[in-house]
């Protein structure tokens, strides 16, 4: 499976931004799919997570409210809707993909590929 991420890029404090991860080489409605984060010395934390079907999703606290996961299955790709961000929210975003069938969305173990990341910067 590769995953490719993008849109992430500079934003004030308040604003949005959506990612987008397309998804290819397995079929992606098979696939729970997450986001992490990574700020420069930190360690890689959940963002969110959405099972293959689309129909549950789970968030990290921190986020709760403000970040949307969505899946669109017939276009391979998972979204993250980010909205009010916050300086704090500024990381390396990476999308990944969990192929088994039980659903563990927070262990970054748990997911089996990994897309390149890409930058968000939130300026206050």
């Known amino acids: 499976v590769q995953l490719q991420a993008f849109g992430g890029g500079l934003v004030q404090a308040g604003g949005s931004l959506r990612l987008s991860c397309a998804a290819s080489?397995?079929?992606?409605?098979?696939?729970?799919m997450g986001w992490f984060r990574q700020a420069p010395g930190k360690e890689r934390e959940f963002v969110a997570g959405?099972?293959?079907?689309?129909?549950?999703?789970d968030y990290a606290n921190s986020v709760k409210g403000r970040f949307t996961i969505s899946r669109d299955n017939a276009k391979n790709t998972v979204y993250l809707q980010m909205n009010s961000l916050k300086p704090e929210d500024t990381a390396t975003y990476y999308c990944?993909?969990?192929?088994?069938?039980?659903?563990?969305?927070?262990?970054?173990?748990?997911?089996?590929?990994w897309g390149q990341g890409t930058q968000v910067t939130v300026s206050s």
């Open positions: 959405i099972r293959w079907s689309g129909g549950t999703a």
């Open positions: 080489g397995r079929t992606f409605s098979t696939l729970h």
């Open positions: 990944a993909a969990e192929a088994g069938d039980s659903w563990r969305p927070i262990k970054s173990y748990e997911y089996d590929y």
